[in-house]
């Protein structure tokens, strides 16, 4: 079972850049794709970006793209989210989850079942 440490959250102003990071421990992100997710007060946890196992595809939710950037370097078992032109609506709990894709190099989910492990999330709040 992997391990999933969120960290890089806090307080900024809107148009304000943050990066998060995910890190894993136990087990390696080896042969899984990673995802972002965000929950806001009062709302459903929703999808924010994911990335493939190579990391040669990512998706984004129509709210956060061309604003937002998810990497990862397997050597150091890290996955991070860069968050630029930030807006008071991204205000949330934000989870990095792992999913197993075993040979899929290129699959990138996008559905929270598809995840199996989560951490415990890491706050992120946008002042206007």
């Known amino acids: 079972q992997v391990q999933l440490v969120e960290s890089g959250g806090g307080l900024v102003q809107a148009g304000g850049s943050l990066r998060l990071s995910c890190a894993a421990s136990?087990?390696?992100?080896?042969?899984?794709?990673v995802g972002w997710f965000r929950q806001a007060p009062g709302k459903e946890r929703e999808f924010a970006a994911s990335?493939?196992?190579?990391?040669?595809?990512?998706f984004y939710a129509d709210s956060v793209k061309g604003r937002f950037t998810i990497s990862r370097d397997n050597a150091k078992n890290t996955v991070y989210l860069e968050m630029n032109s930030l807006k008071p609506e991204d205000t949330a709990v934000y989870y990095c989850?792992?999913?197993?894709?075993?040979?899929?190099?290129?699959?990138?989910?996008?559905?929270?079942?598809?995840?199996?492990?989560w951490g415990q999330g890491t706050q992120v709040t946008v002042s206007s």
């Open positions: 136990g087990r390696t992100f080896s042969n899984s794709a």
């Open positions: 989850a792992v999913a197993y894709v075993g040979d899929r190099f290129y699959y990138a989910p996008r559905g929270s079942a598809d995840f199996s492990s």
């Open positions: 990335i493939s196992w190579r990391g040669g595809s990512t």
